[in-house]
């Protein structure tokens, strides 16, 4: 089955440099999450997007925004990085499932940032 | 202090045993639960969802809610050296909602 994809997989960046972190979700699913899971850390929610439109944010710093295409697809982009914001940042998607509707979160492999 | 607690471990079982991990959480607006599965530096991977009190069961692995105490379980029957990786619960009060993880339980079976 296919599952959520995330590019690149590794980044190295230095500080003030800006990075974008990409997100193709499961196909058919309309709902995109963004994680950030520091060292030895559970991940923390960043944002959300349903249908193109965010949908709830979080601990999400001001210097990083966030997107969601029309292919469902969605980009974080960091700018001005900062040694802290090393991390796995993890994309989810959901749609609807069975009767009550839950949204099953699938996670994607991650993308490891690591700034200098 | 956290909305979800849980053990980091780490939790250390022989091979064939029944892991049993568990959270407990303060918010009681948490409706929906879920069991992920993370193997080190890797992604999450969804392990159990279950909506409101009561139990689940799916192969080898049992889902508990106690929604009164505020208190899930995760029991691991037959545990296998492959079974070790970090187990972390979440939970939402909207189906759609952003998760609220716990820790995360170190779990090491050995063979």
């Known amino acids: 089955a296919a599952g959520v994809i995330q590019s690149p997989r590794h980044l190295i960046k230095e500080k003030r440099e800006t990075a974008t972190l990409k997100c193709y979700p499961i196909p058919r699913h309309d709902t995109v999450y963004w994680y950030q899971q520091g060292p030895g850390q559970d991940p923390q929610f960043l944002i959300s997007?349903?249908?193109?439109?965010?949908?709830d944010k979080g601990s999400i710093p001001d210097r990083f925004s966030a997107q969601q295409f029309s292919d469902y697809h969605s980009e974080l982009n960091m700018s001005s990085l900062e040694l802290g914001d090393s991390a796995l940042y993890f994309c989810?998607?959901?749609?609807?499932?069975?009767?009550?509707?839950?949204?099953?979160?699938?996670f994607g492999p991650g993308t490891r940032l690591t700034v200098t | 202090q956290k909305e979800v607690e849980q053990d980091p471990g780490p939790l250390s079982v022989p091979e064939g045993a029944i892991v049993s991990l568990n959270c407990t959480y303060s918010?009681?607006?948490?409706?929906?639960f879920m069991w992920y599965r993370q193997y080190s530096r890797k992604g999450p991977e969804l392990l159990m969802y279950?909506?409101?009190?009561g139990n689940k069961e799916d192969g080898r692995f049992t889902a508990q809610v106690d929604k009164s105490s505020k208190y899930i379980s995760l029991f691991i029957r037959d545990s296998q050296p492959s079974d070790s990786a970090t187990y972390l619960c979440a939970m939402t009060s909207d189906s759609w909602g952003k998760l609220q993880f716990g820790a995360g339980t170190q779990v090491v079976v050995t063979p």
């Open positions: 279950t909506y409101s009190s």
């Open positions: 918010n009681s607006a948490f409706q929906y």
């Open positions: 997007f349903y249908e193109k439109m965010q949908s």
């Open positions: 989810a998607s959901s749609r609807p499932t069975g009767p009550s509707g839950t949204y099953e979160q699938y």
